[in-house]
């Protein structure tokens, strides 16, 4: 099995290179004909590419998000639909529902904010490949060396770590070790549509920080209010403060098995 890559510099492509060795790297300053020449003799195409989420949207900023992710999906895609590629797993997000109602992949359409926008967008390209297509939607991945678990790591671990708000609004994530395992699920079993890569439980903001503060035995005292949030991000500050209560009915239904079901388990398994 020969896999190609985007967005190979980041967390879950490091994961992804170490379960399968040997990856071509599409990089997005690549021509068409220099994806073709990659594309010779791949299997699989994953498409990782995009720029950081969590950071100020400006105007400018909302650009280089829609051409990091709707515009290099197009270009790889027009490249495979010339290529022997044999299936594309595509990237998206949860933000692709709306905040507040509990969905899983029956849900039809999406939020009414930007990023709803964007990853409807981004699948629409991802869903004109002539290939069989996945769409890979990310809850919050969890890790030790990476993602959103890592940036929260050194206040909690000076003790002043603390809820977002009143804590109330839901987090849909996904450890990164059962996440790699997703791709392999839909690979073997050659998989098409959209699949939720959440765990079974989600959790409110303040069970992930109760729990968080327990395995790290820190206390968890400083609230964090979300106007800070806004302060910092703006409107990308909806990222962290949203509250999406999302469950992978259609990886479940397919027979895929969680290892990390509860967010003790997966906190325990990454950080004990």
């Not at 997000?93 to 509990?102: F, H, K, R, S, V």
């Not at 609230?223 to 909806?238: R, Y």
């Amino acid at each position: 099995m020969k896999i190609a890559l985007t967005g190979a510099s980041g967390f879950v492509a490091a994961h992804l290179k170490e379960e399968f060795k040997d990856c071509v790297v599409i990089e997005r300053k690549d021509t068409h004909e220099e994806i073709l020449s990659k594309l010779d003799g791949i299997d699989v195409v994953i498409n990782l590419a995009g720029a950081p989420i969590i950071k100020r949207w400006s105007e400018e900023y909302k650009k280089v998000l829609i051409d990091s992710r709707v515009y290099s999906t197009k270009k790889l895609v027009d490249a495979i639909n010339e290529s022997d590629v044999k299936q594309l797993i595509s990237t998206s997000a949860i933000g692709a529902y709306p905040d507040n109602i509990a969905c899983d992949e029956s849900f039809v359409g999406y939020g009414n904010d930007f990023l709803a926008s964007l990853t409807k967008e981004w699948e629409a390209e991802a869903l004109k490949c002539n290939k069989p297509t996945a769409i890979v939607r990310f809850g919050v991945i969890l890790g030790a060396d990476g993602g959103a678990l890592a940036s929260m790591l050194t206040p909690f671990k000076f003790g002043v770590g603390g809820i977002i708000g009143d804590g109330k609004m839901m987090m849909s994530w996904i450890d990164i070790d059962d996440l790699v395992r997703i791709y392999g699920f839909i690979i073997d079993k050659k998989l098409t549509g959209v699949y939720n890569a959440t765990s079974p439980k989600p959790v409110t903001n303040y069970q992930f920080t109760k729990t968080l503060g327990k395995v790290l035995s820190r206390p968890t005292i400083f609230p964090l209010p979300e106007f800070v949030l806004k302060l910092i991000f703006g409107e990308g500050a909806s990222v962290l403060t949203g509250s999406k209560e999302v469950y992978p009915k259609a990886l479940i239904d397919a027979g895929f098995e969680f290892k990390y079901r509860d967010i003790n388990s997966s906190l325990k398994h990454l950080l004990g």
